[in-house]
């Protein structure tokens, strides 16, 4: 039994895809211009496939899994579940109008015509709104729609904004937060689920780790008590004597997106030599 993924054969994902998927310790051999592949150490089938495709194809079950943007999960709309957020692939689905434009809010989009691959997401973003707008569909090259005539504005995925800024347009409204996530079909068989429960939890452990950082510092004995105090740590901070009298080493876990502040304040505590180490897996 095998489980069968797929992933995006080229494009933002893929590489992230595969990377994920080799720090969860499945070795794959990614060859170029291969359409599939398997791990050698682990149940595990690849197909590379368009992203757009990976939606349907887990939902008809010639993938059991597959790594794909929410924003063409959403766009598609097909009946799959979706196993793990994945953390990377970051962007949004955003509106944009020429950098000229003065725009007071979403209504200024009513009556327009709005250029973008992804008419459903839109649609549905206008009809919550209570907008008419007429949208032009088409692939690729969305932000020179409106140089060249073709519409008023835009809806484009944008992640630093210097395409659209290079173009002339400036990003107006959020439609969608999106990142890569792990979608599933929903009918797999009992053996099936145990291997993505298995897979899901080596993801879940690598995904961990990177939001973390191991620290290890030395503080004299009499602030041990108010440096504990500071460091939340998975259960509570290992304390262990120094050679030196007086002296203790102190080792825990700090999450990323506390990290600077609880370090300043361990130095203003009387923590010295502070060492901070990533993680590579983390099993809670």
């Known amino acids: 039994m095998k489980l069968r993924i797929a992933i995006q054969k080229s494009g933002r994902l893929h590489d992230d ?17 291969k359409l599939k592949t398997e791990a050698s150490n682990f149940p595990l089938e690849v197909f590379f496939l368009r992203d757009d495709d990976i939606p349907q194809y887990v939902e008809d079950g010639v993938a059991d899994i597959g790594i794909v943007g929410e924003n063409v999960i959403l766009e598609k709309g097909r009946p799959v579940r979706i196993a793990e957020k994945l953390g990377f692939g ?16 979403v209504q200024d989009m009513d009556k327009l015509r709005i250029a973008t691959s992804y ?32 519409a008023d504005a835009i809806c484009d995925l944008v992640s630093s904004g210097s395409t659209l800024f290079m173009n002339g347009l400036k990003e107006v409204e959020v439609i969608l937060k999106s990142e890569a996530a792990l979608i599933s079909n929903n009918n797999l068989t009992p053996e099936q689920e145990a291997l993505l429960q298995k897979l899901l939890f080596r993801i879940q452990a690598v995904k961990k780790a990177k ?24 259960k509570s901070p290992t304390v262990l004597p120094l050679a030196e009298e007086g002296w203790s080493s102190v080792h825990s876990v700090l999450n990323e997106n506390a990290f600077w502040d609880i370090i300043e304040n361990l130095k203003a505590a ?13 099993i809670m």
């Open 17 to 33: 895809s595969i990377k994920l998927l080799k720090e969860c310790g499945i070795d794959i051999n990614n060859g170029v211009n």
């Open 90 to 105: 970051k962007c949004r689905l955003s509106l944009a109008v020429s950098k000229t434009v003065e725009y007071n809010g």
């Open 119 to 150: 008419p459903v997401i839109l649609q549905n973003f206008l009809n919550e709104n209570n907008i008419t707008a007429e949208i032009h569909e088409i692939s690729g090259s969305v932000e020179i729609a409106p140089g060249i005539g073709l």
């Open 211 to 234: 939001n973390n950082k191991y620290v290890l510092l030395n503080a004299p004995n009499d602030k041990v008590q108010d440096i504990i105090k500071l460091l939340p740590g998975m």
């Open 270 to 282: 009387g923590a010295q030599g502070i060492l901070v180490v990533p993680i590579e897996k983390m």
